[in-house]
């Protein structure tokens, strides 16, 4: 997750269809867990700048993310 997040960081982070395409799960899923593996001190080889900006980009995801709706769940 944190190897696909840096490498599309820069472009705005992947869109919904790669990341259920590399994780077979939906974009909130992917940025929820995310969000938990960088509420950790950043991992060796990773900059605190770095680590910052990624959980800056990952709140900003998270809340331009639709909510599901009773609709989409039940389409599953």
């Known amino acids: 997750m944190l190897t696909f997040a840096l490498g599309w960081a820069s472009y705005g982070g992947g869109d919904a269809e790669d990341i259920r395409m590399h994780f077979g799960v939906t974009e909130p899923t992917f940025l929820l867990g995310l969000r938990y ?3 950790s001190p950043p991992t ?3 900059d605190e700048l770095t680590w910052a900006r990624l ?6 995801r998270l809340t331009a993310v639709p909510a599901p709706t009773a609709q ?4 599953r």
């Open 55 to 60: 959980r800056c980009f990952c709140e900003r």
């Open 44 to 46: 060796p080889g990773i």
């Open 72 to 75: 989409g769940c039940a389409a």
């Open 37 to 39: 593996l960088l509420s």
